[in-house]
């Protein structure tokens, strides 16, 4: 039973995410229908990135992964299937794909959607649906699509590197308001170097040892911990960070308010900046 996951910024109060399970379902009553999630920030690709990317990484090969964000920021005229690692991707042609696999695909053809007025949601997804059958069939990407596409590429958020400090961008808040930045365990001990170091944000809190779990400190103390997606994770035990701290996440729509805040020296607190010493 072949599995496709299905993401988007639609949202579970409209009827879309719904239909188009139905729309897939009924062109292949075989498939395996994953919802990874329909609550994707518009037009927050880093956040949206980092959950596609560390959810879909632990599907086997041989999986279709839908991905509906950010669908009509332009008039669409294909949309991208790709392959990479033996999984295939089919998201819009906006630079998503790239900041999902965090480099160019192995092989990516374009799907076009023809000169349809009705270039909605559903309609891309049964342009998805009838690629992803031929495939199931045996044909190769280029059989269902055009391979001479020039994809757009937007570059993955990354952390800001000084000789004695990194400088990562909030990327993400859960459920329980324990925050995300763009800072991977990697990142950090190639910095760090085996040196002490100071975990800063929000004016004066400093945090300057990393924990294994949240228990590692009393109830209602703050923490730094690398999450299950080696990321850095700033939270509270028992507590809400985000909250507490008045720390927002990455938003691409705020760059222009936060540049003038800067200009005006007023401080916006969107970053979490690592010392070593």
Not at 95 to 108: A, D, K, N, R, Y
Request: one cysteine or more.
């Amino acid at each position: 039973m072949t599995i496709v996951t299905f993401s988007s910024d639609t949202g579970m109060q409209d009827f879309i995410s719904g239909a188009a399970k139905g729309q897939l379902l009924q062109s292949n009553p075989n498939l395996n229908i994953v919802d990874l999630t329909h609550n994707l920030s518009p037009f927050n690709y880093p956040q949206a990135a980092y959950i596609c990317k560390n959810s879909i990484k632990h599907f086997p090969e041989g999986s279709f992964h839908l991905i509906l964000i950010n669908l009509f920021d332009e008039k669409p005229e294909h949309l991208l299937l790709a392959e990479h690692n033996g999984r295939y991707f089919c998201c819009p042609d906006n630079g998503f794909i790239t900041m999902v696999l965090e480099e160019l695909p192995t092989q990516v053809v374009s799907l076009s959607l023809g000169k349809t007025q009705q270039k909605n949601a559903l309609y891309c997804v049964q342009v998805f649906s009838n690629a992803m059958n031929k495939i199931l069939q045996g044909a190769s990407l280029p059989d269902v699509g055009d391979p001479n596409v020039s994809i757009v590429v937007k570059n993955s958020l990354r952390p800001l590197l000084g000789k004695n400090w990194i400088e990562g961008q909030i990327i993400f808040i859960d459920n329980f308001e324990n925050v995300t930045v763009n800072i991977t365990k990697e990142d950090f001990e190639e910095q760090r170097k085996g040196r002490s170091f100071s975990i800063v944000f929000k004016r004066d809190e400093v945090i300057d040892k990393i924990s294994e779990t949240y228990a590692d400190v009393a109830d209602g103390e703050k923490l730094a911990l690398f999450n299950s997606a080696g990321y850095l994770e700033i939270a509270i035990n028992k507590g809400n960070a985000a909250s507490l701290f008045g720390l927002q996440r990455y938003s691409e729509r705020q760059q222009e308010t936060m540049q003038i805040l800067v200009n005006n020296n007023k401080m916006v607190y969107q970053t979490v900046k690592i010392h070593f010493q």
